[in-house]
């Protein structure tokens, strides 16, 4: 079974420019995830989705970033305008909460840099 | 608000040898989920166990372990007959089970060296 799917793994773009970031969860999985890793920071959740609605968007930075979930397959995280301080790699990770099982399982993350 | 903290930036043992990675939290909850995942210069982030706080038993996978001590907030990791493939960052992770909430906080970080 295929794993959680990131696009692109690599993205250079220029301070201002739009940034969107992909990702396919594991089949069958109904919660979805996008982490922030950053040296100075570690790893912090951004916001986090169950059954395709936003649960927790704590962490998200500011109104320059937003994400969706359009349906159970798919989700974006959208930087608009970026800059450089965004630079990080960004996680997407999902879960199934039958069972009992909780535990995530990492997508190979998407390295940004922003000039 | 839950912390979770590893002590040890960095450790490196030989090749087959034993290490214990430690990790300690801070909650006040009692119903709640622990975790090791692996992070190898791939920066792939790999679960490698998991443990419930309800369960008395240590989660055991293949050559990892881990003690849980639920009174003293300590989660360790062991590794057995070490190789060189376990090189890389480990982060201790704490999941609160209350309903609405599986948000994982992660600790800094350990980063072990398998010296061949």
């Known amino acids: 079974d295929a794993g959680v799917i990131q696009s692109p793994r690599h993205e250079v773009t220029e301070m201002g420019q739009e940034v969107t970031l992909r990702c396919k969860p594991i089949?069958?999985?109904?919660?979805l995830f996008w982490y922030r890793q950053t040296m100075m920071r570690g790893l912090e959740l951004l916001i986090y989705?169950?059954?395709?609605?936003?649960?927790?968007d704590s962490g998200m930075p500011e109104d320059r970033f937003s994400a969706k979930m359009p349906n159970a397959s798919f989700s974006t995280l959208k930087i608009q305008p970026s800059e450089p301080r965004d630079s990080a790699v960004y996680f997407c990770?999902?879960?199934?909460?039958?069972?009992?099982?909780?535990?995530?399982?990492f997508g190979p993350g998407t390295r940004l840099t922003v000039l | 608000a839950q912390t979770v903290t590893q002590s040890q930036p960095e450790m490196s043992v030989q090749e087959a040898e034993t290490v214990t990675l430690s990790c300690t939290y801070d909650?006040?909850?009692?119903?709640?989920?622990l975790f090791w995942y692996k992070q190898p210069p791939s920066r792939q982030m790999i679960l490698v166990i998991r443990?419930?706080?309800?369960?008395?038993q240590n989660a055991t996978e293949n050559r990892f372990s881990v003690n849980f001590q639920k009174a003293a907030k300590s989660f360790s990791l062991k590794i057995s007959d070490s190789q060189l493939g376990d090189t890389a960052m480990y982060f201790c992770?704490?999941?609160?089970?209350?309903?609405?909430?599986?948000?994982?906080?992660f600790g800094t970080g350990t980063r072990l060296t398998i010296i061949p």
């Open positions: 443990q419930e706080a309800y369960k008395q």
């Open positions: 089949s069958g999985h109904n919660s």
């Open positions: 990770a999902s879960s199934s909460t039958s069972g009992g099982l909780y535990a995530q399982y």
């Open positions: 909650t006040s909850e009692n119903n709640y989920y």
């Open positions: 992770a704490f999941m609160n089970l209350r309903i609405g909430n599986e948000k994982l906080t």
């Open positions: 989705f169950n059954n395709n609605v936003p649960i927790d």
